[in-house]
């Protein structure tokens, strides 16, 4: 923190971010922390986003942001060029020109208590929070509360239809909504959320015996098997509106922290755009 009355640095956010999601916690295929900028740069105002993309930059811009902190790598492969001809090198060239730094916190902020999923979770209020996918022991991450997705208990016992309904609520609203599996009158007491892809934890949440597990990219293979196998009814969610709520967070710390102007995007970065429903039975018109 700066205590002389000037704005932090651009390495004074970097290392406030590296205290609260060490890059060690990172799994080893991620590629996380300061992507760009000058490490000596002040730092007035930082806009939050999940995705690094041409219309969150436009945002970033035009809200005057020094520094974007962002959920997902922009460059996570080998790269051999940022030439401005590139997608990603012409979003390098423009951050560089406009004299704009980026930092990434990606599996490290999943894995962190608090973290990506403790947002998620407090959406649906969840009390008794445990992680769905705790770090192996004695890896870097491995700590208190901290791992991947969260288990806690729903306010009151609802259906599976009526927890749909209200996890289209509570999370940002996108074409895709939310989407569930399994018998829609199921009471759900104990739910697992995991923002973003949770494929690979289907097996935990099972093992977990948690009544409803709520991400996103579920698809219908794994989906299916895992529902005949008897294991928790799934909610399918758009992978940003399970992200968005950290950034409130991470925005709440930075002000907190540095005494920054922190930014949140609300633009809906989520690839679907459009979304169409068959009409149930009882919507239709009755016919003469
Ligand atoms: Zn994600």
Same mark, same amino acid.
């Given at each position: 923190?700066? &205590?002389?009355?000037?704005?932090?640095?651009?390495?004074?956010?970097?290392?406030?971010?590296?205290?609260?999601?060490?890059?060690?916690?990172?799994?080893?295929?991620?590629?996380?922390?300061?992507?760009?900028?000058?490490?000596?740069?002040?730092? @007035?105002?930082?806009?939050?986003?999940? #995705?690094?993309?041409?219309?969150?930059? #436009?945002?970033? %811009?035009?809200?005057?942001?020094?520094?974007?902190?962002? @959920?997902?790598?922009?460059?996570? /492969?080998?790269?051999?060029?940022?030439?401005?001809?590139?997608?990603?090198?012409?979003?390098? @060239?423009?951050?560089?020109?406009?004299?704009?730094?980026?930092?990434?916190?990606?599996?490290?902020?999943?894995?962190?208590?608090?973290?990506?999923?403790?947002?998620?979770?407090?959406?649906?209020?969840?009390?008794?929070? /445990?992680?769905?996918?705790?770090?192996?022991?004695?890896?870097?991450? #491995?700590? !208190?509360?901290?791992?991947?997705?969260?288990?806690?208990? %729903?306010?009151?016992?609802?259906?599976?239809?009526?927890? $749909?309904?209200?996890?289209?609520?509570?999370?940002?609203? &996108?074409?895709?909504?939310?989407?569930?599996?399994?018998?829609?009158?199921?009471?759900?007491?104990?739910?697992?959320?995991?923002?973003?892809?949770?494929?690979?934890?289907?097996?935990?949440?099972?093992?977990?015996?948690?009544?409803?597990?709520? $991400?996103? #990219?579920?698809?219908?293979?794994?989906?299916?098997?895992? %529902?005949?196998?008897?294991?928790?009814?799934?909610?399918?969610?758009? @992978?940003?509106?399970?992200?968005?709520?950290?950034?409130?967070?991470?925005?709440a710390h930075l002000r907190d922290e540095l005494?920054?102007?922190?930014?949140?995007?609300?633009?809906?970065?989520?690839?679907? &755009?459009?979304?169409?429903?068959? !009409?149930?039975?009882?919507?239709?018109?009755?016919? !003469?």
């Amino acid at each position: 923190m700066s &205590t002389t009355g000037s704005p932090p640095t651009v390495a004074d956010v970097v290392a406030a971010l590296d205290r609260r999601y060490p890059p060690a916690w990172a799994e080893e295929w991620d590629r996380v922390g300061l992507v760009l900028g000058e490490p000596d740069h002040p730092v @007035h105002r930082v806009a939050c986003v999940v #995705d690094v993309v041409p219309e969150t930059v #436009d945002e970033a %811009l035009a809200a005057g942001a020094d520094m974007i902190v962002a @959920h997902h790598p922009l460059l996570l /492969r080998g790269v051999s060029s940022v030439a401005a001809t590139t997608y990603k090198g012409r979003i390098v @060239h423009r951050l560089i020109k406009a004299d704009v730094a980026l930092y990434v916190a990606h599996t490290n902020a999943d894995v962190a208590a608090p973290g990506v999923s403790d947002a998620l979770a407090a959406r649906f209020g969840l009390t008794g929070l /445990r992680p769905l996918h705790p770090p192996r022991p004695g890896s870097p991450a #491995d700590g !208190p509360g901290r791992g991947i997705g969260r288990i806690g208990e %729903l306010p009151a016992p609802t259906t599976l239809a009526e927890l $749909t309904r209200r996890a289209a609520d509570v999370l940002p609203v &996108t074409a895709w909504g939310v989407r569930a599996a399994g018998d829609p009158g199921r009471m759900v007491r104990t739910l697992a959320v995991s923002g973003g892809s949770g494929d690979s934890f289907l097996a935990e949440a099972t093992a977990a015996g948690v009544d409803a597990f709520l $991400t996103a #990219d579920l698809r219908h293979h794994p989906a299916g098997e895992h %529902l005949a196998a008897g294991g928790p009814a799934l909610l399918d969610a758009a @992978h940003w509106a399970t992200e968005r709520p950290w950034l409130d967070d991470l925005a709440a710390h930075l002000r907190d922290e540095l005494g920054v102007e922190a930014v949140v995007s609300d633009l809906d970065t989520d690839p679907w &755009t459009v979304h169409a429903a068959a !009409p149930r039975p009882d919507d239709k018109e009755p016919r !003469p």
